[in-house]
């Protein structure tokens, strides 16, 4: 649900270009992944102090863990090493964070490292702002998981209670993807859909605040109708 100033409440990001963006600029590709979750913590505080409620970022799909090894990682020690920032900048706007996803199959220190900042960030929750870290996550096996669950209370369920059964239970007004794809990428599949979805053909790393507030701008024109006339 959108709040009265037209600002979606819950927004997902695919961080994609990462990589291409390092390849144009003549870096290595993890570097390329450096300044993307530098990226995200910027835009997620933009987006906090606009009025979105609940940011979902794409930090690392299932598919992705297939990448080198190498680049996978400098991703996980990314995670290890940007603690101190993701606590002092997200307890500046008293936000929590969640961490969604496959977690068993990351590295003790990477879920160590993301078990302290949640810990160090949970007294915000509840209080209207949330960032959920998608990492090493695939919607279908989501999903899969979900019905599992159901399967074994033994209950039927609706789609309201199915929803509260997924690891991220928010469904996203507006889902923005970078990079210059037009594709959810095993994203949310279950919660997208009535979500607006907006592609900017900038990689990640060069979309900054500006580039979000029109992609704002753009989501409040649209006529949200869920399959109403």
Known sequence: MSNNNGIPATVGLIMDGNGRWAKNNGLKRGEGHTKGIENMIKITAHAFEVGVKNMVCYGLSTENLSRPEEEINHIYDLVIKVFDIFVTVFSRLKACVKYIGDLDRLPEAVRESMKRSENALNKF???GRTIYVAIAYGSRKEIVSAVNRAIALGKPVDED???NMLEMPEE????IRTGGESRLSNFLLYQSSYSELYFSDKYFPDFDNSDFDEALAWYAKRSRR????
């Open 125 to 127: 929750e509840g209080r």
């Open 161 to 163: 209670s199915f929803l």
């Open 172 to 175: 996203p007004e507006l889902i």
């Open 226 to 229: 869920h399959g109403q006339i």
